[in-house]
């Protein structure tokens, strides 16, 4: 099977596209940077989704351990609290080990990284709707955590979106063969 590859670049962006002929045809494009010629996994766009992803659940663990004046912030009742909590510190330290895997050459599975994206996804946009429903009622009447559990509610879900866009993104490298 001939293929072929396209890379147009200037001095710090490059755009690689790959496909195959004959057959199946696939096509993969992707934007890169490059500091010093030399491409980096911070430099990807999934390289800059996971830092803004870990960044973001790093934000929600912080507001949620000491955002209401150094105590705890809750999401809603037990229930929520353990679905925001267990959502953050599970996706932080998930977060982390890709991170450190793609920088030390060992890629994770794409099938891992795909329902990693999908669970995170669902697991922050609940807890973001849970603290915003418990605390929207809350800042109608004025409640001194209101705010701060309003805020809790729209970074989380903001993460949720962002873990759903990395999540649909990392579709496109998934190959699925049914036999």
């Known amino acids: 099977m001939p293929s072929h590859a ?3 670049s200037s001095h710090y962006v490059s755009v690689q596209q790959t496909s195959s002929v004959g057959g199946a045809t ?14 980096h996994y911070f430099c990807s766009l999934q390289g800059i989704l996971r ?17 209401d004046g150094g105590n705890i912030l809750h999401f809603g009742g037990a229930d929520a609290d353990f ?8 996706l932080t330290f998930i977060l982390l080990a890709f991170i450190v895997c793609h920088l030390v050459g060992h890629l994770p599975p794409t099938l ?10 669902i697991l ?16 109608d009447r004025n409640y001194r955590d209101s705010q701060e559990g ?9 993460a949720g979106i962002v873990f759903a866009i990395d999540f649909l993104l990392s579709l496109r490298h998934m190959k699925i063969a049914i036999r």
């Not at 870990?54 to 912080?62: A, E, G, M, N, R």
């Not at 679905?83 to 599970?90: D, E, K, L, Q, Y």
């Not at 309003?150 to 903001?158: K, M, Y």
């Open 83 to 90: 679905i925001g909590i267990g959502a953050s510190v599970g």
């Open 124 to 139: 922050l946009l609940t807890a973001g709707s849970l603290a915003i429903s418990y605390h929207s009622p809350r800042y």
């Open 51 to 67: 830092i803004l992803e870990l960044v973001l659940v790093l934000i929600v663990l912080i507001l949620a351990r000491v955002g």
């Open 112 to 121: 891992l990284e795909v329902l990693i994206n999908l669970v995170g996804a």
């Open 26 to 39: 696939s096509g993969s494009r992707y934007l890169s940077w490059s500091i010093g010629g030399k491409s």
């Open 150 to 158: 309003l805020a809790l509610g729209v970074i989380a879900i903001i």
């Open 6 to 8: 396209v890379t147009k």
